[in-house]
């Protein structure tokens, strides 16, 4: 299923949008209230002291009977405007107050049409509620003391909460209009935002296949920041790669370059000697040097060709003996220490398991073990060690030859390195190997003299233990 971050955030900001929204319309539904009651209160005091106003003690009842008829036509005279069309009463304003006046509280003087009978105040002057079997009330009451007169003027909460109800839902109405602008502009926020991902997959696209120079991330927002920074690394393992095997070629070609003329000469020359039988023996033997050499290096190159340098970690991991690999890998050497007359010391524990690739495992013993063979001189002592330590297990080569300095010891493991004036048969890539091999088993490898005078070479490698239980694993 694709994954598309444009609609991702489209769902969840309307979303975000949706919940803070309603959350903001609920709280100002309260707050809403608490601002209408404080402006209706105003009101409230603001008709009544009105009243007030014009009120006349000296007022006759016949007075205030008139007025009252006028007052109690006042909803008639609205409904009739409206049929007409004359007035606009969608709100019906008149009934949503209520007004009284009264004589020493006990003479009812003048009501609004809809006001009851009941005396709509406890008598408290200014701001109270009162309560009926009907309806609660907000009242204002006020008393004047020149006409003996209690004006009372109360309004109904239930108008109230419905006001603030109707501005409550068109705060919704207005949400959900506003809805769609919001989610086309969030859209094409987003695909602003987006373009420069666009950006670089198209000039991605358009790269050749051989160009791989860093992708520039100045433009580039901070959030995709690390992804091109990951992917510019990338680019240099390859690169690092690529060139890796361009200078293989190359240094293919001028190690095979030397020994193959050798060769080739020495074979012009044997068939200029022909008729000296001694001589031709001689440049025979040097023709199956050369193409000895050659063979070695070849097959170096192609172990190394093999472990690809990039792998961070290697494949057909089995559990392995290692003390079994390396007793039949001293066979297999045997005949070219024999030829030297060198020692081979070998002793190993019985069980020393390692997890590894067996293929690759064989390749390191075998290089270290040829390796001390060939630096070490005739009649001299090769001394092969297996042993479990804790939870490692360690091979360890030791020789009698020459030596390494230290200061070369580090050097020794890049290609084709060797140390000037070294006369022994060897293309400098053993130990190059060796060590790709170590890393690629996250083991480790150490590297010291044999004798306390600095010569011989002892090299120890220590991979981890696998568990005495185990079975054969993969990864």
């Known amino acids: 299923m694709d994954i598309s971050i444009r609609k991702f955030l489209l769902i969840y900001l309307l979303l975000a949008l949706t919940v803070t929204t309603s959350l903001t319309t609920v709280g100002n539904y309260y707050l809403n209230k608490v601002d209408i009651e404080t402006h209706l209160d105003s009101l409230l005091s603001q008709a009544a002291i009105s009243f007030t106003a014009f009120a006349d003690r000296n007022m006759k009842v016949e007075n205030w009977e008139e007025a009252q008829l006028r007052i109690n036509a006042i909803p008639s005279q609205n409904a009739r405007g409206e049929r007409e069309g004359l007035i606009s009463n969608q709100y019906h304003y008149e009934s949503k107050y209520r007004f009284q006046v009264w004589k020493a509280d006990k003479l009812l003087f003048l ?33 004047d003391p020149k006409t003996q007169l209690t004006f009372i003027v109360a309004e109904p909460y239930a108008e109230r909460n419905r006001l603030a109800f109707h501005i409550m839902i068109d705060d919704v109405y207005i949400m959900f209009l506003t809805f769609p602008l919001s989610g086309l502009l969030i859209w094409i926020i987003i695909g602003r935002g987006l373009n420069s991902i666009g950006r670089i997959a198209g000039e991605l696209r358009q790269r050749d296949p051989k160009y791989l120079e860093p992708v520039d991330s100045a433009s580039v927002p901070l959030e995709i920041k690390p992804l091109i920074e990951q992917l510019n690394k990338l680019f240099a393992r390859l690169k690092e790669a690529f060139e890796r095997e361009k200078r293989f070629a190359s240094d293919a070609a001028h190690e095979l370059r030397t020994p193959l003329a050798a060769i080739r000469t020495q074979a012009q020359v044997a068939l200029l000697a022909a008729s000296h039988s001694t001589d031709l023996l001689v440049i025979l033997q040097n ?56 020692a081979l ?131």
Do not use: W
């Not at 005396?119 to 701001?127: D, Q, R, Y």
């Not at 057909?316 to 007793?327: D, H, Q």
């Not at 040829?370 to 092969?384: C, L, Q, S, W």
């Open 287 to 342: 023709v199956i040097m050369g193409v000895d050499r050659a063979t070695h290096i070849v097959h170096q190159l192609l172990t190394m060709s093999r472990l690809v340098p990039e792998a961070r970690k290697i494949s057909e991991i089995v559990r392995c003996n290692l003390s079994e690999l390396t007793r039949d890998v001293t066979g297999q050497l045997a005949p070219l220490a024999f030829e030297k007359n060198i």
């Open 111 to 143: 009501k609004s049409a809809n006001s009851p009978n009941q005396k709509l105040s406890n008598g408290t002057a200014g701001f109270s509620d009162f309560s009926t079997q009907n309806a609660t009330y907000r009242v204002f009451t006020n008393y």
């Open 345 to 475: 010391h070998f002793n190993a524990e019985k069980l020393c398991f390692l997890q590894g690739n067996i293929a690759a495992v064989v390749i390191l013993i075998r290089n270290l073990i040829d390796n001390a063979i060939r630096y070490t001189p005739k009649d001299g002592a090769v001394e092969i060690t297996v042993a479990r330590v804790e939870q490692t297990v360690v091979l360890t080569v030791a020789d009698n030859g020459p030596g390494i300095p230290e200061e070369y010891r580090q050097r020794v493991m890049e290609r084709f390195f060797r140390l000037l004036g070294n006369e022994s048969p060897g293309s400098g890539l053993g130990l190059s190997i060796v060590k790709q091999i170590v890393d690629l088993h996250d083991a480790a490898m150490t590297m010291r003299s044999t004798n306390l005078d600095g010569t011989g070479l002892t090299m120890e490698v220590i991979f981890a233990a696998a568990p005495m239980q185990a079975t054969l694993t993969h990864e």
